[in-house]
């Protein structure tokens, strides 16, 4: 009888691990999928779209001035990489110049709207105003106004991406739990103290949130801002080698600018999530690993 009474526990407790294992192998094969899946997937997307461009050019019969094939826009791409590196390298400057500042100037700004109500009131009309009219219409005033043509490029990729730093940052600031104010109030701690410790790491999610929107809203604003300027000479841009092409109708080399742009966007689009992620992965709901 002893014997049969301490098996029964035994048998129960291997019944029991069974299937906690079983959950864990299909929870672990779950994520190396889904770690897979995230870079398989757009790559054969990718591959997918590209072949039937290509072949849509050999079936159609369509001409390099209408629709160039891949291969030709990436010849065009390293044939004239000389220039184009040139163009990009101007066009990056006001890009990361202007997120730059839009940074520094939407997180300082929105503080100020947080530690005085006046401040808002009084300012957050004009980021509305800068945010709602079009850098199209603004860009030509700004670019007669300033003498140096990159500052009026660089005001005008700022002010695309001002606003939704500060939106983001001042929401934000504003969505601190009052439970959590309430007792840094107990303690004794003043305007600063509680601005440091408690609504900055509350706002970060939201802070970097605007930091990957306006990052690809500064380079937005550049190419806006140089196609309006159409400057020309060492100083252009990737806006102006696409209007050069354009007029000359080297539709390979336009294309291959488009690809050089698009590229660009989507990296710092990389760089900026990726940023946030290892900011916030330790700590915010936001970039813990969810259960499968």
């Known amino acids: 009888m002893s014997v049969a009474f301490s098996e ?11 299937p906690l294992d079983a959950e864990e192998l299909r929870r672990s094969k779950a994520k ?15 591959v997918v779209t590209v072949f039937f461009w290509d072949r849509i050019c050999v079936w159609y019969d369509v001409k390099h001035y209408i629709l160039p094939r891949p291969g030709l826009v990436m010849e065009t791409l390293f044939a004239d990489w000389p220039i184009m590196s040139t163009a990009l390298l101007n066009t990056l400057k006001i890009t990361f110049g202007a997120l730059f500042l839009a940074t520094v100037g939407g997180l300082g700004l929105s503080i100020l709207f947080t530690q005085s109500k006046w401040v808002e009131i ?8 800068l945010q709602v009219t079009p850098v199209i219409a603004v860009a030509p005033l700004i670019l007669i106004y300033v003498d140096s043509l990159t500052v009026g490029l660089l005001i ?14 001042t929401l934000g600031l504003n969505s601190v739990d009052h439970n959590l104010q309430y007792l840094f109030r107990l303690y004794g701690a003043n305007r600063w103290q509680t601005l440091r410790f408690l609504r ?7 802070f970097l949130g605007g930091v990957k929107i ?12 140089e196609f309006v300027a159409g400057s020309a000479g060492s100083g252009s841009g990737l ?54």
């Open 214 to 225: 306006a990052g690809g809203l500064s380079l937005i604003g550049a190419i806006v801002a």
């Open 32 to 46: 190396r999928i889904e770690a897979i899946g995230r870079w398989v997937v757009p790559l054969i997307s990718f």
């Open 239 to 292: 806006a102006n080698l696409l209007l050069e092409s354009s007029y000359r109708l080297n539709i390979p080399r336009m294309y291959a600018a488009l690809v050089l742009i698009s590229f660009t966007g989507v990296l710092i689009f990389l760089t900026t999530t990726l940023l946030s992620h290892m900011i916030l992965r330790k700590w915010h709901e936001s970039a813990l690993k969810r259960e499968a």
């Open 200 to 206: 900055l790491p509350s706002a970060m999610p939201y």
């Open 122 to 129: 009084t300012f957050f009309p004009y980021a509305v105003t």
């Open 156 to 169: 005008c990729a700022w002010i695309v991406a001002f606003f939704p730093i500060l939106s983001n940052t």
């Open 8 to 18: 029964k526990p035994v048998l129960g407790e291997h019944a029991n691990a069974v």
